[in-house]
């Protein structure tokens, strides 16, 4: 069994006001073995401003990061180069990226595009939700290729004021890209041309005020699951791929009625199987976990287990299932948790990869 992974981290290296505090280096590159737990720093760079969100090819060869950036009318996408058996990260190019707080982006699964969306704030500049970029064959990219803006509000006056897209996922079929709105209340999915247009399919409401902010796929194609950091709760939804329309399956609270009014849900993962869904609470501190019915897609409440920090921005899996990476924002710590494939639960390892103010972990294999 593959044993050996890349993990790539961004961490936070400006000042936000929204943010506490700033202790991050940037851009790293580390190795895990699954096999011992150790942990080996490859590389890293400070030359990223804020890189609160990553993609990285399937091979660990290129890595895509987001500039969030408070103030700034454009953030902006930077592209990288990692070389294995250098262990180097190379500078490749970077592009503005059309709107405000920069917030995640996705590799089409063609590896021909990077879709990226912005979270916004105010008004000025282009202004818009999500934006296309082609890829080159240095791993490079284009200048802009689409870009469509979304508008509205929600019932929650300081959260959701105006559109806040904050993140963009393609289906498991590709050519999909659902974009869930935390602004408006709405998953938005378009069509992918081939040029890099994005042709609106369905607008498809959740919960007033519920504030989607992540989206993970089950593996057969047919579930949708969604962190909605508003209200804290996990939603499962059908997808129907020739209108891209969802419908609501089921909806439970990601954390305990009492840590309700404190928390605020961030990242959404699943295992590889398709059978546990894995939430993490910024408040509750907590990874929520979730059975799911591979028949009906209903969700079933496992466990609540602390993240091994504070303030758990992102979740990684490792290819294998084995192990899940929590980034422990305010703690300056990824906590690794060995995952019980039966069960689902989590178990606290003990190890840890020691970042300051950790924002995004991604992991794939090593080659």
Known sequence: MQSACLVFVGSLNREAPYFQGARGVGLGVYAFDEATLAVQKLAETNEVDNPTFLSVTPDGSRIYANSEVFAWREGTVSAYRFDRASN????VNKQPALGSITAHNTITRDGTKLLVANYGMGTGGPDKAVSVFGIGTDGGLTAPLASVAHSGTGPNADRQERSHAHSVTETIQGGIAIVADLGIDQLVSYRIEPNG??????????????????????????????MNELDSTVVSLALDHASGRLELIDAKPAVPAHARATN??????????????????RGHDSVAIFSVDQQSGTLDPVDFTPCGGATPRNLALTPSGRHLFSAN????????FARDEKSGRLTDTGHAIEIGTPMC???????
């Open 88 to 91: 180097s990260l190379t500078y």
């Open 197 to 226: 247009n994005l042709r609106k399919l369905a607008e498809s409401a959740l919960a007033p005020g519920a504030g989607p902010r992540h989206v993970a796929l089950h593996p057969n194609g047919k579930f949708v699951f969604v």
């Open 264 to 281: 605020h849900c961030a990242d959404i993962q699943i295992s590889p199987d398709g059978r546990f869904v894995y939430g993490s609470n």
């Open 329 to 336: 924002q305010n703690a300056d710590r990824i906590s690794i």
């Open 361 to 367: 972990v991604r992991i794939v294999p090593a080659p």
